[in-house]
């Protein structure tokens, strides 16, 4: 499997990669880095009173996969990064420390679109686009497996889908409770 995976990621640095995209990826993979793009997302979506229940969402999702992805998931498997097998390839970012499976930056996208879509946002979709951007430029900057990403988006929409049904359980409670008030 791993000979696929390093088939995978040598096919996209030998025909995909070019000077304008090792740029841009450098710089939409930084938007990931400690969440930033999405904390900031999560935090824009609580400032209006029609989006707050998704920024509740967004924001506790990321928290949940945080501690699932890196506190847990990272440290059991402990898989070396593949710049760190095939030690030709020049990264083009700061190596990153930790280890490589699942991608956090992936699964953080994928707990967003997951919590957008349970907090059922008109156009959750459209989140698809950033998050699956992210998730390609951890393969195009040699930081991550396939499988990796894969473990990403699973970890990820897993922890946005568990939120939702948290936050939702909790705010039909309320709802009930406040139609018991009134009615009395």
């Excluded at 990669?17 to 939409?28: A, L, N, P, S, Y």
């Amino acid at each position: 499997m791993q000979e696929i995976e390093f088939a995978i990621l040598d096919f996209i640095q030998n025909n995909l990669r070019t000077d304008i995209g090792d740029q841009f990826m450098v710089f939409f993979t930084s938007l990931g880095n400690k969440g930033a793009l999405w904390i900031g997302l999560g935090i824009l979506l609580m400032m209006f009173g029609k989006y707050r229940k998704a920024g509740v969402m967004v924001l506790g999702s990321l928290g949940l996969n945080g501690i699932i992805c890196n506190l847990m998931l990272k440290p059991l498997f402990a898989r070396i990064r593949p710049f760190d097998i095939n030690t030709a390839i020049q990264i083009l970012i700061p190596k990153p420390s930790d280890y490589s499976f699942p991608s956090g930056h992936t699964a953080a996208a994928f707990a967003v679109v997951a919590a957008l879509y349970m907090a059922k946002v008109k156009h959750w979709y459209v989140a698809l686009v950033p998050a699956c951007l992210m998730a390609f430029t951890r393969l195009y900057l040699y930081v991550h497996y396939p499988t990796d990403i894969l473990g990403g988006i699973v970890v990820g929409g897993a922890s946005g889908v568990a939120f939702g049904l948290i936050v939702n359980y909790f705010v039909d409670r309320f709802d009930q409770f406040r139609k018991q008030s009134t009615d009395e």
